[in-house]
């Protein structure tokens, strides 16, 4: 267990940023975990227009700031990390849970997701292509589930790794 004594003998990573970053980085990898383990498996049992509409509605809903706050506002976390730990030995670590999440996550997620997502919410009857575009966004949300779990374990072991040396 750290103590407040900890904190002042190290120019790391304060607790108040590595709690959040960590919980932001974990509770994004189980949400895309869900979505792509039940989510998309739901959607792909239904009819065309049965999924069209259920992936309307999912669309709608995921826009909430509870979501959007979770999601945003883990990349500026770990933007955060990495710039304070930046002069610390920590800077790898940060530096690479970062990139996963940006590239892996935010970017996959305007990169791919965003194109299916606004495809769909403009269809009035299913595309003919909406298998694809299922499948399609079922292999980009792995990648940013993936990408969210090992951002998460990589500060996750950058931050405990921290600790132990500043015993």
Same mark, same amino acid.
């Given at each position: ?56 509605? $999912? ?19 770990? $933007? ?22 940006? $590239? ?15 495809? $769909? ?47």
């Amino acid at each position: 267990m750290r103590s407040v004594n900890d904190f002042s003998n190290r120019s790391l990573i304060p607790l108040a940023l590595e709690l959040p970053t960590a919980l932001g980085l974990a509770l994004m990898a189980g949400v895309l975990f869900n979505m792509s383990v039940v989510t998309a498996p739901a959607l792909n049992s239904l009819s065309p227009e049965q999924a069209l509409a259920a992936w309307k509605e $999912i669309n709608a809903k995921v826009r909430n700031p509870l979501f959007s706050g979770t999601a945003f506002g883990t990349t500026l976390l770990v $933007i955060a990390c990495t710039a304070v730990g930046w002069r610390s030995r920590l800077r790898g670590w940060c530096l690479t849970s970062a990139l996963l999440y940006g $590239i892996g996550v935010i970017g996959t997620t305007f990169t791919v997701e965003a194109g299916i997502n606004n495809r $769909i919410v403009a269809a009035i009857k299913p595309p003919p292509d909406l298998p694809r575009m299922l499948s399609t966004w079922l292999v980009a949300n792995h990648l940013r589930a993936v990408s969210a779990l090992a951002a998460f374990v990589v500060a996750w072991l950058g931050f405990h790794h921290s600790t132990k040396r500043t015993r």
